[in-house]
């Protein structure tokens, strides 16, 4: 009896084991789907790719404008970003106040509205007296540089703040607890601890907002225009390209998009990988 119940134990596991191996390899089966579904528009591509008109392309003086102002806007985009989303993800994560649920289902506003809408608020908003008043006797946003940074932080900062937040909800409040007991006041705490343990979220959430700022086109062409040597980013010249029918230099600046965002966060996953926890 004790013989036969060892074999159906084994027999159990052995199956419990080839369900897993399945259930695994299903799963790697849709990752890599998921993989071609994205590499075959990359590659596809390739059907309107001239070489000999790619560097053209890339060394004219109004593509390296577009992607100077790409990355110089996307940079300073994400720094204000996170100016706000640090202490927002703290707050949300560590604090409860009245009106957290509220602030907690606004920032998901960027993944619910177009940025096209969002563009257009902006775009409302300055036509107002109010933002009237502030383009007057401040800043020009509308048809502006400072348009494109804007339109960029408003469809990031939230995401970003969403990423810190969850980088932050996985570390356990007892270190801080710990820090608190030890003397340390709430900033000293937050910064000694808090910040450390969450950096590698941080950096992550960091080049995601970046590389989404990089790519952003409906709000920034919505209040900004696509001015060339101007407010032209590296997608509104992508749109102005194929608006023109120029399949051949759409296809090229495209693949200078992708060539930026994916070396950047490629990049960067190598570098986090490499990264210590306890690294300072």
């Not at 392309?57 to 989303?85: D, G, H, K, P, Q």
């Not at 801080?176 to 006041?185: N, Y």
Request: net charge positive.
């Amino acid at each position: 009896m004790d013989r036969a119940e060892a074999r159906w134990r084994r027999i159990c596991r052995s199956g419990g084991v080839d369900h897993e191996m399945r259930f695994k390899r299903l799963c790697i089966m849709f990752a890599f789907c998921s993989f071609f579904l994205y590499a075959g528009l990359i590659v596809s591509l390739a059907y309107f790719f001239r070489g000999s008109l790619f560097a053209e392309t890339l060394f004219n003086e109004r593509t390296f404008y577009s992607m100077r102002l790409s990355v110089s806007a996307a940079t300073i985009a994400t720094l204000i970003s996170l100016c706000i989303a640090i202490p927002s993800a703290y707050a949300l994560s560590r604090c409860h106040f009245p009106g957290k649920g509220i602030i907690d289902t606004m920032l998901e506003l960027p993944m619910i509205v177009s940025p096209a809408a969002l563009g257009a608020m902006l775009l409302i908003f300055f036509s107002n007296p109010a933002g009237s008043w502030l383009q007057q006797h401040g800043v020009q946003f509308v048809f502006a540089f400072p348009g494109i940074i804007l339109a960029q932080f408003i469809t990031t900062a939230g995401i970003a703040t969403r990423l810190i937040k969850a980088a932050m909800d996985e570390i356990p409040g007892k270190y801080e607890d710990v820090a608190s007991s030890l003397g340390a006041s709430p900033l000293k705490s937050f910064l000694t601890v808090t910040l450390p343990l969450s950096k590698r979220g941080i950096i992550a959430g960091a080049i995601l907002t970046w590389a989404k700022a990089l790519g952003e086109f409906g709000a920034t062409i919505t209040i900004a225009g696509s001015m060339a040597m101007k407010t032209e980013t590296i997608p509104i010249a992508i749109f102005m390209s194929l608006s023109n029918a120029d399949i051949e230099r759409t296809v090229i600046l495209i693949f200078i998009l992708i060539g930026i965002g994916i070396g950047v966060l490629y990049g960067t996953r190598l570098l986090l990988g490499r990264m210590p926890y306890d690294w300072k």
